[in-house]
């Protein structure tokens, strides 16, 4: 048998105290909306090919933000 790890008394109380919160407050806080240039700056975007997706993600997209090919 493994030994469960040990977890602080206080993470685990935030854990019992987030667990007892109605699931729509969870929904509510538990999403942070955070600003990705260049694809939060149009409403919508469409291509007709994925390669042309994927072209323009290479061009416009900083690497950080994941998008890349591998």
């Not at 790890?5 to 019992?16: N, Q, V």
């Not at 007709?48 to 290479?58: G, H």
């Amino acid at each position: 048998m493994s030994k469960t790890p040990d977890i602080p008394p206080e993470w685990l109380a935030e854990f019992e105290a987030a667990a007892r919160r109605p699931l729509e407050q969870r929904f509510k806080y538990g999403f942070v909306k955070t600003y990705k240039p260049v694809l939060d700056d149009a409403e919508y975007r469409s291509w007709d090919t994925m390669e042309e997706y994927r072209r323009w993600c290479k061009e416009h997209l900083p690497d950080w933000l994941g998008y890349g090919s591998v």
